[in-house]
Nanobody, 116 residues
């Protein structure tokens, strides 16, 4: 079992930065890949970025060059540094963990609102 707790969301003006954190507890060593997804009102949840246990990263085209995903294995935490935020980045951001067993877990989500 893995529990994920996100933090760091909030209201920010366009062009500014935010850093999201996702703290994992439980069987952290079984986590193969972690990622951030987001869901805007009326839209489907979409991939933002992922990072593997070997720190291989993947980004959605819409955030490449602006967002950076990283992980601190000693702290069992994954971060999403979001720079040059745009109003279209407004969404609830969810942390995800994929285990080596194939199971996946989700956090409760954190709201990010970018004003123009």
């Amino acid at each position: 079992q893995v529990r994920l707790v996100e933090s760091g969301g909030g209201l920010v003006q366009a062009g500014r930065s935010l850093r999201l954190s996702c703290a994992a507890s439980g069987i952290f060593w079984m986590i193969n890949q972690m990622g951030w997804y987001r869901q805007a009102p009326g839209k489907q949840r979409e991939l933002v970025a992922t990072i593997t246990s070997g720190s291989i990263t993947n980004y959605a085209d819409s955030v490449k060059g602006r967002f950076t995903i990283s992980r601190d294995n000693a702290k069992y935490t994954v971060y999403l540094q979001m720079n040059s935020l745009k109003p279209e980045d407004t969404a609830v951001y969810y942390c995800n963990a994929d285990l080596i067993t194939g199971r996946e877990f989700w956090g409760q989500g954190t709201q990010v609102t970018v004003s123009s």
